[in-house]
C-alpha cells in the first residue's frame, strides 16, 4: 500500500466518522420540534421524574408536579436544536427499555426504570472526553443531563420539594446572627 493510498484511506475514514454527526446536527437544526408530542409524553415524564426522585417520607417528583415543570423548561429555554434532541431522548428511552424488557418504561419495575437511566448515563462515560465537548458543542448536554438537572430544579422549587423536604421559612421574623445546628436530622435550606 501505497503512502498516497493509506492517507487517502484516512480522509475518507475520517469524512465518514465526522458526516453522521454533523447531518444529525444540520437535521436538528433545521426540523422545528413537535411539541405535541412532548405533551404527548407527559406521562411518561412523570414516570421519568418519578424514578429520579422517588416518594418516600417525603412527596416524590410526580406528587410535586415536576413534570410540567421539564415539559416548560424544554419549551421554552431550549433552543430548537435542544428541544430535538431531548424529545428524541425520549423516543431513545422506550426504545431501551422494550429492547431490554420487551415493555413499555411505564410499565418496568422501579429496578428496571433505575438500570435504563443507569445505561443512559452510562453511554456518556464511555466517550472521550474531547468526543464529550463536541457533542455537547453540536447538541448541547446529554438528554440525561438535561432530564437530570430540571428534575431537581423543579423539585426544589416546587411547593412540595421547598416545604416539606427541604426547610424552609417564608418570612424571617428577625435576624439571628448565630443559630445553633442540629446535628443528626437537620434538612437543607431551600433559601440562602
Known amino acids: 500500500m501505497t503512502r498516497r493510498r493509506a492517507l487517502y484511506l484516512i480522509m ?9 454527526p454533523l447531518l444529525k446536527w444540520v437535521i436538528y437544526t433545521s426540523r422545528k420540534p413537535d ?24 412527596p416524590g417528583a410526580k406528587e410535586a408536579g415536576v413534570a410540567d415543570f421539564v415539559i416548560g423548561k424544554v419549551i421554552f429555554y431550549l433552543d430548537r436544536r435542544e428541544q430535538n434532541f431531548f424529545i428524541d431522548g425520549l423516543g431513545d428511552i422506550e426504545q431501551l427499555s422494550r429492547k431490554g424488557y420487551g415493555q413499555s418504561f411505564m410499565n418496568c419495575t422501579m429496578d428496571q426504570r433505575v438500570k435504563i437511566l443507569e445505561c443512559l448515563e452510562d453511554q456518556q462515560l464511555f466517550l472521550h472526553p474531547l468526543l464529550i465537548k463536541v457533542k455537547r458543542k453540536l447538541f448541547g448536554f446529554s438528554f440525561i443531563s438535561y432530564l437530570k438537572a430540571y428534575t431537581v430544579e423543579g423539585y426544589c422549587t416546587s411547593l412540595l420539594g421547598a416545604t416539606r423536604c427541604l426547610n424552609y421559612q417564608a418570612t424571617p421574623q428577625s435576624y439571628q446572627p448565630c443559630v445553633p445546628l442540629v446535628l443528626l436530622g437537620q434538612r437543607s435550606w431551600a433559601t440562602k
Not at 12 to 20: C, E, F, S
Request: aromatic share 4%; hydrophobic share 50%; net charge negative.
Open 12 to 20: 475518507v475514514l475520517v469524512g465518514v466518522i465526522t458526516a453522521y
Open 35 to 58: 411539541l405535541g408530542k412532548l405533551n404527548a409524553m407527559r406521562p411518561l415524564i412523570s414516570e421519568l421524574v418519578e424514578t429520579i426522585i422517588p416518594a418516600t417520607d417525603s
